[in-house]
């Protein structure tokens, strides 16, 4: 009894997962984190934070 209602639940969350994933709104941001690993151009938001900590350091 248990194992069919953590089934049905596991199923339902991971169907939401899917649509909530391919929402058209989303498809931009999640192109561009697939390009980071092959664009040479574009620097990570992190590594931008920490030249600006640094700079203000000094």
């Known amino acids: ?3 069919g209602i953590l089934t049905t639940l596991f199923l339902i969350l991971f169907v939401g997962l ?3 994933a391919w929402q058209p709104r989303l498809r931009k941001g ?3 984190t697939a ?4 664009d ?4 990570p938001p992190g590594e931008l934070r920490n030249d600006r900590a640094e700079e203000g350091s000094r």
Do not use: G, P
Request: glycine share 0%.
């Open 30 to 32: 999640f192109e561009a």
């Open 1 to 3: 009894m248990i194992s």
């Open 18 to 20: 899917w649509i909530w």
């Open 40 to 43: 040479d151009d574009v620097i």
């Open 35 to 38: 390009r980071l690993a092959v």
